[in-house]
């Protein structure tokens, strides 16, 4: 282990007691491992930490918290929309917004790798009732056709079409983004059809970035959008659903019997506040060291379809002499922690807590293989 490595673990160590170790049963040489599994594993930084440290907060149940009122004043604002309400996680503000929209029995249309139909444990089901209308997109992404394509008919035997949820950027896509033109247009058909749209924007801010959009834009067209706090922002809990004030104060009740009502959690809040206005230009950093990691990648016999990197994400096929799992098991040993998300995938995902310098071990180790 080098001074420098020795240093910075210190330096981990100091502002993350309790270790990673005490939490996951990694180890506590987990502290020195590169780690790409997800943008959600980083940690507050210093200033965060401050900021959070010197949060004022009160009972947000009686809506006396002053950190989460105006981080969701703040949102709202930021995306020109009238109402926001914080919640502990994204998953919960997709419920919500879901339950918000649909009445039990109605379909859902969004596409067949969403995070709000692969990975919120059948939410939609469980928690509104309403059956899903899955579409075959491209990375993700759906059309207005195909959307269109997908609304039922007004006829008794058919669940009601009354929502679209989008997801932006991808996360199955590979970080994909859509073109505004698209959303406009999927738009378009759901006011023909007196449908509700909703974005997942768990990483909205990267496609942002990427694509050089604002929040305005999107608060225009959709009627409710879910952003992460806790992905490439940086804080270590929390998402914000923005939408109306009819459906926001709707979405406060069902946040309720959720079990997502907090008090104090303006500590966290804090965290959010700190992030939108210190950690959204510097996703470009991640793009940029996501663009080095796909190249170093290219060409490589073991590596197989790489899908388009837009943002700070990295998924590619591996091939010949590697499955996905013995390929992620042989770079744990080298100290870089990646995710196999299918038995010939590998997902790289690059954040606030990857450093230049962790970027070029990634590529030198690669460059080993
Ligand atoms: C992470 C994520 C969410 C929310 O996840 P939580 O872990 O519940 O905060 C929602 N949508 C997408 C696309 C995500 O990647």
Redesign the pocket.
């Known amino acids: 282990m080098s001074k420098k490595t020795q240093v910075f673990a210190a330096n981990l160590y100091k502002l993350s007691p309790p270790p990673h170790s005490l939490q996951s049963g990694i180890g506590v040489s987990s502290q020195l491992m590169i780690d790409f599994r997800s943008d959600?594993v980083t940690r507050p930084t210093p200033g965060m930490l401050e900021a959070m440290m010197k949060a004022p907060v009160g009972d947000d149940v009686f809506g006396e918290d002053p950190t989460i009122n105006q981080l969701e004043s703040m949102s709202a604002e930021l995306f020109g929309m009238e109402a926001a309400i914080f919640c502990p996680?994204?998953?919960?503000t997709?419920q919500i917004a879901i339950k918000c929209h649909t009445q039990p029995g109605d379909e859902v249309i969004c596409e067949k790798l969403?995070?709000?139909y692969q990975?919120?444990g059948g939410g939609i089901a469980f928690n509104s009732g309403a059956s899903v209308r899955l579409i075959d997109g491209d990375r993700g992404r759906i059309t207005a056709a195909q959307v269109r394509e997908n609304i039922n008919p007004d006829d008794v035997h058919k669940p009601v079409s009354t929502l679209v949820s989008l997801?932006n950027t991808?996360?199955r896509g590979g970080g994909s983004c859509y073109n505004f033109s698209d959303i406009q247009e999927i738009k378009e058909v759901c006011l023909q059809n007196k449908m509700k749209l909703h974005l997942?924007g768990?990483?909205l801010f990267n496609a942002l970035v990427a694509k050089n959009e604002t929040c305005k834009q999107y608060g225009e067209v959709f009627d409710s959008i879910?952003i992460?706090l806790?992905?490439g922002l940086g804080t270590p809990v929390g998402?914000v659903l923005i939408g109306t004030r009819d459906t926001i104060k709707k979405a406060r009740r069902i946040r309720k019997i959720f079990g997502g009502g907090m008090r104090q959690a303006g500590y966290l809040a804090a965290a959010g506040i700190y992030a939108l206005e210190n950690h959204v230009a510097r996703l470009a950093d991640d793009h940029r060291h996501a663009q080095q990691i796909k190249t170093a990648l290219s060409g490589k016999d073991f590596v197989g379809e790489i899908l388009p990197v837009e943002t700070n994400i990295v998924i590619f096929e591996v091939k010949g002499r590697y499955t996905a799992a013995s390929l992620a098991a042989l770079l744990k040993e080298q100290g870089i922690y990646v995710m196999a998300i299918s038995p010939k995938q590998i997902r790289i995902v690059v954040h606030l807590d990857i450093r230049p310098e962790d970027v070029q071990r990634t590529i030198d180790t690669i460059n080993t293989l």
């Open positions: 959600t996680s994204g998953t919960m997709n969403s995070h709000i990975y919120e997801e991808g996360n997942d768990a990483r879910s992460c806790s992905k998402s």
